[in-house]
């Protein structure tokens, strides 16, 4: 058995084991086709079979009606801070956006390329610790934006913005997609790069109202056009055909823990773990405000530099890896997506309770 360390990484990110079980069987042939999965042409019945699995999967994961098209997309999620306005800002509309870390700001400033943007609320003014409780949306706005969690700060919405009635509303859920239940009839548009709760990087799911990929701009390049992909089950051209078969199994995964109903109580006992230890800790301190902090992602500080550069490399010495905060807020940071099992929370708590221990 390979050795596994506990990795905190905040993306490409932890994989379930039987994931990645599953998926070796099927490399050298995906089952008795004697040819393996990245091995099989995208238009083949044996490929074909897959995608149409993945995709009844992801509906029944998150209750999605056939009013949504489900795309599986390259170029990451920042990819998508273009797609968005590029098909659906006109340079004469406005559209409003939330602006609750770097990558909506990314995100934002996209859309600046093709239209007027507003932003509609921000937390800017104390380095993004937080998820703003009120919003100023621009009249009739051609969509409002927003990013379920803030990978970085680890904020995350408690719930959807409220917007006005009528609005498109899309998100960027690169980071927290199916983490807990999700009410898709609310949205328009959601997408997420697969790197953190779904699978490895190089897919994006995209889960968008038929009626919204309609209202697209016709004029830009048909990659860049939704309903290129849509009019062709994603195989417009060559897709991710790697990416979207693990994506099938962490979706089959996700349905064997009791769907999202299961992994979001899964979560939030393991951020519990965390969070509590944070709370009485005289050391280590939480950067995000209690109301808005992150079931996926925990940073942490000593609020000391060094004391968190010794911490580091402590615990990276003893198999705790990817702990290491964002350079643009420093100090420490577990991203305990989905596939992270609670066991390596409690041995994190248990290291960082001795590691406290020891500077006193
Ligand atoms: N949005 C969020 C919330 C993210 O966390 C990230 C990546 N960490 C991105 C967008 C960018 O994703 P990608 O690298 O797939 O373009």
């Known amino acids: 058995m390979t050795k596994r360390i506990n990795n905190f990484s905040a993306g490409p990110a932890i994989l379930p084991v039987e994931v990645l079980e599953e998926a070796r069987e099927n490399m050298l042939s995906l089952g008795d086709t004697g040819i393996g999965i990245m091995e099989h042409s995208h238009r083949g019945k044996a490929f074909i079979a897959v995608l ?4 009844a999967n992801c509906r029944k994961l998150a209750n999605i009606s056939d009013d949504y098209s489900i795309l599986f997309l390259q170029g990451g999620a920042s990819s998508q801070f273009f797609m968005i306005p590029m098909n659906f800002l006109q340079p004469d509309q406005t559209a409003d956006y939330l602006v609750t870390g770097v990558w909506a700001k990314k995100a934002i400033e996209q859309a600046q390329r093709y239209g007027k943007t507003h932003t509609a609320a921000s937390s800017k003014d104390r380095n993004f610790c937080y998820i703003p409780k009120t919003a100023t949306y621009s009249d009739n706005p051609a969509y409002v934006h927003f990013t379920s969690n803030n990978t970085i700060y680890g904020t995350q919405w408690g719930t959807e913005p409220e917007v006005p009635a009528g609005s498109t509303l899309i998100c ?9 239940p999700i009410d898709v009839s609310k949205y328009d548009l959601i997408y997420a790069g697969a790197q953190k709760n779904l699978g490895p990087s190089g897919v994006t799911l995209v889960i968008m109202k038929k009626e919204l990929i309609e209202r697209g701009n016709k004029e830009i390049p048909e990659m860049l056009q939704y309903r290129t992909h849509a009019e062709n089950d994603s195989c417009y051209n060559t897709p991710p055909t790697f990416g979207i078969y693990i994506m099938g199994l962490v979706f089959k995964w996700i349905l064997n823990q009791g769907g999202l109903k299961g992994v979001g109580e ?10 509590r230890f944070l709370e009485q800790s005289k050391l280590f301190k ?4 209690v109301d808005s902090r992150s079931l996926m992602n925990i940073p942490f500080v000593t609020g000391n530099e060094e004391l968190d550069k010794a911490f580091i490399s402590a615990a990276t010495k003893a198999g705790f890896d990817g702990l290491k905060g964002h350079r643009s807020v420093g100090g420490m940071r577990a991203s305990i997506y989905n ?3 609670k066991s390596g929370v409690e041995e994190l708590v248990r290291f960082m309770s001795d590691f406290e221990a020891k500077q006193a």
């Open 52 to 55: 149409e699995e993945v995709e």
């Open 266 to 275: 899964a979560n939030q006992e393991k951020a519990n773990v965390l969070y």
């Open 172 to 180: 960027d859920a690169s980071s927290d997609i199916f983490c807990r």
């Open 286 to 289: 939480s950067t995000a405000d």
């Open 339 to 341: 596939a992270f099992p």
